[in-house]
């Protein structure tokens, strides 16, 4: 099942924060952030596995909280080359395989 | 070195005849994901391939998608009697093992008259 992604659209001014959320409704393995621009292809972020954990690079973080089956991505002073659509993935183990599963994105603008 | 590369990245066809999209992954990748993804959508899977085993193909819509991966390299996605619904972009991807991390290519954007 499709991880639900909120909110489906944010406009920024640079330098100003964003939260992205990803929530599922099936216990998960991990969780995994990609970002996409227009016409080119999605671009790994990071992953964060289950046990709780929180990563981050530059100044985008995330957060996983297996519990609650959520994940956060945090932007911190955003620059204009953050714009673009975000998808997490989230990741499930069952009998026939692990699955992974993308949400249906949050577009990102970040304006001067 | 190269990333992975899907040919061609735009393909126009018209209802009824079959299509063939390629991907080429990363040299020493084992796994290979399929994806489509409707405009303004997410990336929806397809199938996945562990080396020239296709070891889930359970989101090819229907008997009309076919995959393979002959020699564990070089894919290719074969859609037969082509649909206006078929109309997307298809996006492959590679990783060292299983789903972590996926690099995708550009994708091949499809469109069916």
């Known amino acids: 099942q499709q991880p639900v992604q909120s909110p489906q659209a944010v406009i920024l001014r640079e330098g100003e924060d964003a939260v992205i959320n990803c929530s599922s409704s099936?216990?998960?393995?991990?969780v995994h952030w990609y970002r996409q621009k227009h016409g080119e292809a999605p671009v790994f972020l990071m992953i964060?596995?289950?046990?709780?954990e929180q990563k981050g690079h530059d100044k985008i973080s995330a957060s996983f909280n297996e519990k609650k089956q959520q994940s956060s991505l945090y932007l911190t002073a955003s620059q204009l080359s953050y714009s673009g659509t975000y998808f997490c993935g989230t990741e499930i183990t069952s009998n026939a395989g692990n699955m992974l599963t993308f949400g249906g994105g949050t577009r990102l603008m970040v304006k001067p | 070195g190269a990333g992975v590369s899907q040919s061609p990245r735009y393909k126009v066809a018209k209802r009824g005849q079959d299509v063939a999209l390629r991907c080429d992954p990363i040299s020493g990748h084992v796994s290979l994901f399929w994806y489509q993804q409707a405009l303004g959508q997410g990336p929806e899977f397809l199938t996945y391939f562990q080396n020239e085993a296709q070891l889930d193909k359970s989101g090819l819509p229907s008997d009309r998608f076919f995959a393979e991966r002959p020699e564990g390299s070089v894919s290719t996605l074969k859609i037969q009697r082509t649909q206006q619904e078929d109309s997307a972009v298809y996006l492959c991807?590679?990783?060292?093992?299983?789903?972590?991390?996926?690099?995708f290519g550009d994708g091949t954007r499809l469109s069916i008259l």
């Open positions: 964060l596995l289950k046990g709780g």
């Open positions: 099936k216990a998960l393995y991990s």
């Open positions: 991807a590679s990783s060292l093992a299983g789903y972590w991390p996926q690099h």
